[in-house]
């Protein structure tokens, strides 16, 4: 849902705001220019998409977004002024950053090798300062990265950010999301991330940003995330070669190997700079304009790391080679998807009650809308008879929501079909067809789930990645236990797997 349906199917009226005009959209928000009128300025307010104020967990989500991004007050991470819940509707309001995004500069090209560098620098003294308070924001990506008119670059969106120490429901629901063209290894393995996956992400930005393209490119984004754990580290051009140590560092499949935090780059950045017989050409064409920035390096004395007594954090555990596929197959349904949408995915009709009428619980912002939590501090999660009170309409047209936002949307392609439990499309079509066996629209349901992972397991079994071919069955399977097709895909995965012939 773009924002400009959305301001037609919502009576946005939030008191103290006025919005002006849409200015973005997310597969969680629409963001508006408003002002703020107490104080007279503009912001950017966020409006959780309708579709998903209906889920305590994306209500969750959004709301740890605002209190994660208010605790970080930085000059390169955006600053959020207000959050909160009016009449069912969800909203951010945060600093108004004109300059556009870095994804916009680098398709119009012309980013000087000094440009780069500050941008780069800007987004790791951000992320130094969110680490250093104990966050991982887990997404960066050019479309994140913003300008202001100043020219200063700013790090936004901690919607799917965590604490580095929490184990809560957010914690665990987050840890399946990312972009795969920016993806740390560790992160496309479903393990546990700390600061090093971020400083991994910002080297495929800064790998894009010299040469115009990621570092790893596919037809689909599952392959774009199993490239990032098992293909060799980019080459840079011949012209750019003396950068290749910071892409070398920050790319490093290992995370020991690389650069332990933001500090650490910046310092080494700085050393190149200062050594490299390279760097006074390459920066010359931008001293003049960046007079105070990286590109003048070369006239100032090099930074101290001060890094050096910094954070330091343990090696998760590698994975054994079918936890790898499995985990990245689990990603495909939970994962952000590069912003190319994949080809083909199948179209359903629009939910049977009209997405803006789901019904919006009141969530108190004090408590996060999160389900209970037990003494260990694990999220207690709700039954679905819990959180609908056996209401099959409700039922049906939240696993109908569900669907035609995992088919449609580009951003969150797959989400919310069979998983988390208790919270998807399967069992809450499931659990209508327990109330009312027979019901057509759930089992309409049912097989359009199964369908869209059996065209996904297609795609991997005919490219021979049976791993991902036999997860994604596994998944349909669990729409459609006895459906031929899905049946005959596992069984094809297997014998892949064990180098069997077809019918061997």
Known sequence: ????????????????????????????????????????????LKIMAPALAANSEFTARFLTEGRITAKLQHQNLVTVYDIGAHSGIYYLAAEYIPGGTLKERITAGGLT??????????????????????????????????????GSVVLAD???????????SQTMAGASIGTPDYMSPEQARAEPVDGRSDLYSLGTVLFEMLTGAPPYQAADP???????????????????????PLIERMMSKQQAERYQNGAEFIAAAHKLLASAPEAAGALSRT?????????????RTRVVNRGEGGKRW?????????????????????RTPPDAPIEELPITQVPTRPIDQLPHPQVDPNTTGIDPVDTN????????????????GTMLAQAEAYKHHAFTSEEDIGRNLHYPPGDNAIDLYKQV????????????????????????????????????????????????????????????????????????
């Open 433 to 504: 067809l327990s109330a009312q066996p027979g019901n057509a629209a759930a089992q309409t349901g049912l097989q359009d789930v199964a369908n869209f992972y059996a065209k996904y397991a297609r795609i991997y079994c005919g490219r021979s990645l049976f791993d991902a071919c036999g997860a994604q069955a596994d998944f349909g399977l669990l729409a459609e236990p006895a459906d031929a097709e899905l049946l005959k895909l596992k069984q094809q995965a297997e014998d892949g797997s064990r180098g069997v012939a077809p019918g061997g």
């Open 158 to 168: 901690f919607g799917i950010a965590k604490a580095m120490d929490n184990s809560s």
């Open 1 to 44: 849902m773009n924002s400009t349906v959305l301001l037609q199917a919502v009576d946005i009226a939030i008191p103290g705001f006025r919005i002006l005009r849409p200015i973005g959209e997310g597969g969680m928000a629409s963001v508006f220019l408003a002002v703020q009128e107490s104080l007279d300025r503009e912001v950017a």
């Open 314 to 334: 343990l090696w998760p555990a590698v994975t054994a080679t079918a936890a790898l596929a499995i985990g990245l197959g689990l990603w495909l349904a939970l």
């Open 222 to 244: 599952f392959t774009v995330a199993l490239m990032h754990v098992t293909q060799p580290l980019p080459q840079l051009p011949a012209d750019l070669a003396w950068l290749q």
């Open 287 to 299: 001293a003049a304009k960046s007079a105070n920035r990286i590109s003048s390096t070369i006239q």
């Open 377 to 392: 501090g694990v999220r207690i999660p709700k039954t679905i008879e819990e959180q609908y009170g056996g209401d099959v």
């Open 113 to 150: 090798t000094g440009e780069i560098l500050d941008i780069a620098v800007d987004v790791a003294r951000g992320l130094d300062f969110a680490h250093s308070k104990g966050f991982v924001h887990r997404d960066v990506k050019p479309g994140n990265i913003l300008f202001r008119l100043d």
